[in-house]
């Protein structure tokens, strides 16, 4: 079963690449005199150059990966009910959802700033307990799944951080699509 868990691997982390649709970065963040770092570099008149989009705004790049991944865990996590071979493969995107959670959790922070301050401040802070509720709910998953009692409930555990992290990804979709309130 070694080629199951490499696609579903494969299939997990690249739809989390392909996810993203490109979209006018700089106009979703605020016009407060705070600007990315990355972004001061190139005037307004400038494009900005292959390093500058990479490196501008990375929490918005990295976000898809928790998402894809606690969604694909959760549907391996179902399909084992009925496949138990999926189970192994289910746990090792748990366990790199929680690592991405993490990261994304890390880089979140980092970006928050430009939105304190402004009419978006309150939608910023529900986004943010709700990113911090998706990395701890990951992490309860991760534990549950390995501790016998609880291993045949896994995929009831998925479920809520399924929704924890679509609404996670719902609100950060309106924090950097919304301008103003
Ligand atoms: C697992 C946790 C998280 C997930 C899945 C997540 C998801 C997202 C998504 C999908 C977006 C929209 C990206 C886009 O459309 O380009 C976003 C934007 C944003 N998120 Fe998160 N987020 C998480 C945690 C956090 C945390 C803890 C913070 C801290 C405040 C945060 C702050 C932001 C900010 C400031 C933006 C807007 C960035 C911009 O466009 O300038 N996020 N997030």
Redesign the pocket.
């Known amino acids: 079963m070694k080629w199951v868990l490499l696609l579903t691997i494969f299939l997990g982390t690249s739809t989390a690449i392909w996810a993203?649709?490109e979209?006018e970065?700089p106009s979703?963040?605020?016009q407060t005199s705070e600007v990315?770092p990355t972004a001061e570099s190139s005037s307004p008149s400038e494009s900005p150059t292959l390093w500058e989009t990479l490196l501008s705004?990375p929490?918005?790049?990295?976000?898809?990966?928790?998402?894809a991944l606690?969604l694909f865990a959760f549907l391996l996590f179902v399909l084992a009910l009925r496949w138990p071979d999926f189970q192994i493969s289910a746990e090792v995107l748990v366990l790199f959802g929680f690592l991405?959670?993490?990261v994304?959790?890390?880089?979140?922070?980092?970006?928050?700033?430009?939105?304190v301050g402004t009419e978006q401040e309150s939608l910023?802070?529900t986004?943010?307990?709700?990113?911090?509720a998706?990395?701890i709910g990951?992490f309860v998953w991760l534990i549950l799944m390995r501790w016998k009692p609880t291993r045949n409930w896994a995929w009831l555990v998925g479920l809520g951080i399924a929704l924890l992290?679509s609404l996670?990804?719902?609100?950060?979709?309106?924090?950097?699509?919304t301008i103003g309130s």
């Open positions: 993203h649709e979209h970065v979703s963040t605020p990315s705004h929490h918005n790049k990295v976000v898809h990966f928790p998402i606690g991405a959670s993490v994304a959790l890390i880089l979140g922070e980092l970006q928050k700033s430009a939105f910023m802070l986004h943010e307990r709700f990113g911090w998706t990395a990951f992290v996670t990804g719902f609100f950060g979709g309106q924090l950097a699509h």
